[in-house]
Every structure is written in structure tokens, then in C-alpha cells.
């Protein structure tokens, strides 16, 4: 029983172009979604976060935009450069179950020069 | 400052052999966090410490699984009589409590 879906296993974009990564969740009593980014070898890195009391969180390149009702989350990437081309993983907490997160199976992007 | 650290990198063992991972956090950290990820996989959660006590282990797969954490800083996870399928790479995480939660470099293990 996935909580967390990344449906698109990758994507490929253009130098330059928008890069926008799509995540679902089912549990309701998520309350803060975090976007990790993950190159090979290494740990995942925090990327961006929101919390469900918005709907948007910038932070330079980086925007990510929650839908409550429809229990979907975006990140918006623009404009995308090469050294973005990574793993993607979306997350979701649950504050009153110990702050663990759930993980989605991730998104491998790449950015083409 | 210095990030999460994990040792080893890598482990090869064989199958029936236990082995010890070791996870530093960042210091000030009180929170410490396990985590899994199996090829093709998505991290998937394996126990949660608040100081030195775990209470969350909700997610160790079976009883061959146990960890601990002393001084509320390191923590050890031992995996006894290892199986093929506990090959992944384990990743351990820190933060302050319900802060965001940054992660080590994690431990490849490969059971043979």
C-alpha cells in the first residue's frame, strides 16, 4: 500500500526548459511534504519543503506547488540545467507519528544540454 | 559543520554472518532515523530515536533487526544472520525534532 506515488519513473527535458515532477499522496493526515534530490553514491539532499497550510513554496529555481484536495504535490524546476539531472524522491510527514517519512519510489530526471 | 556520517560504505558479507552499521549524526541532533532503500525501491523507514530511546520500530522487517543509540549521538544497526534480501543501501538520517531530516552518504550492503 504505496502512501507516497511518483507515477513517472523519469523525464527528460532540454537546458533551460521546465522540469515539473509530479507526486500523490493517500494518507490525509500528512502534513509536510518535503522534495529530496539524490545523485549516485551519495545521501539524498533536502531540497525544498511545504506545509500543508500553503499551497506554494519558492526558493530560487525551485517551486512547489500542493493541491490538499486533489492530494498532489509539484515541483517546478526553471529554469533546469544539466547538473539537476538526478533522483527526485518525494516525501510526506505525518508530525504526530514521529516525523518519519514516507518516500515515493523517486524520479529520475535528466537534463539535456 | 560536519553532516550525517556513516560507516562503512560499503559492506559484502556472507549470508549468514551479521553485520554492524554505524551512523554519526549531526551534532545537536536529537532525533535519528533509519532508513532502506532495495533496488527500484523508495527509502522505506526502519526505526526512529528521540535521544536514546527508539520509540518508533515499526519498521524493522523482522527480529534479525535491532539498533541502538548511546550518549544520544551514535547509533548502530545489526542486521544477525543476514539474507540475501537484507542487501540495500541503508541510510540513516538526523534532525531536531520534527525539523527537516538530513541524511548520510549510507552503507551499500551486499549479502551474498
Known amino acids: 500500500d504505496q502512501q507516497v506515488k511518483q507515477n513517472s519513473p523519469s523525464l527528460s527535458v532540454q537546458e533551460g526548459r521546465i522540469s515539473i515532477l509530479n507526486c500523490d499522496y493517500t494518507?490525509?493526515?500528512?502534513?509536510?511534504f518535503l522534495w529530496y534530490k539524490k545523485y549516485p553514491a551519495e545521501g539524498p539532499t533536502f531540497l525544498i519543503s511545504?506545509?500543508?497550510?500553503?499551497d506554494k513554496n519558492e526558493d530560487g529555481r525551485f517551486t512547489v506547488f500542493l493541491n490538499k484536495s486533489a492530494k498532489h504535490l509539484s515541483l517546478h524546476i526553471v529554469p533546469s540545467q544539466p547538473g539537476d539531472s538526478a533522483v527526485y524522491f518525494c516525501a510526506a510527514r505525518d508530525t504526530g507519528a514521529n516525523s518519519k517519512l514516507t518516500f515515493g519510489k523517486g524520479i529520475t530526471l535528466s537534463v539535456r544540454p | 559543520g560536519a553532516g550525517v556520517s556513516q560507516s562503512p560504505s560499503n559492506k559484502v558479507t556472507e549470508k549468514g554472518k551479521d553485520v554492524e552499521l554505524r551512523c554519526d549524526p549531526i551534532?545537536?541532533?536529537?532525533?535519528l532515523y533509519w532508513y532502506r532503500q532495495s533496488l527500484g525501491q523508495g527509502l522505506e523507514f526502519l526505526i526512529y530515536f528521540q535521544g536514546n530511546s527508539a520509540p518508533d520500530k515499526s519498521g524493522l522487517p523482522s527480529d534479525r533487526f535491532s539498533a541502538e543509540r548511546t550518549g544520544g549521538s551514535v547509533s548502530t544497526l545489526t542486521i544477525q544472520r543476514t539474507q540475501q534480501e537484507d542487501s540495500a543501501v541503508y541510510l540513516c538520517a538526523s534532525s531536531l525534532v520534527s525539523n527537516t531530516q538530513y541524511f548520510g552518504p549510507g552503507t551499500r550492503l551486499t549479502v551474498l
Open positions: 494518507n490525509s493526515m500528512f502534513d509536510y
Open positions: 511545504i506545509s500543508s497550510i500553503k
Open positions: 551534532s545537536g541532533h536529537t532525533a
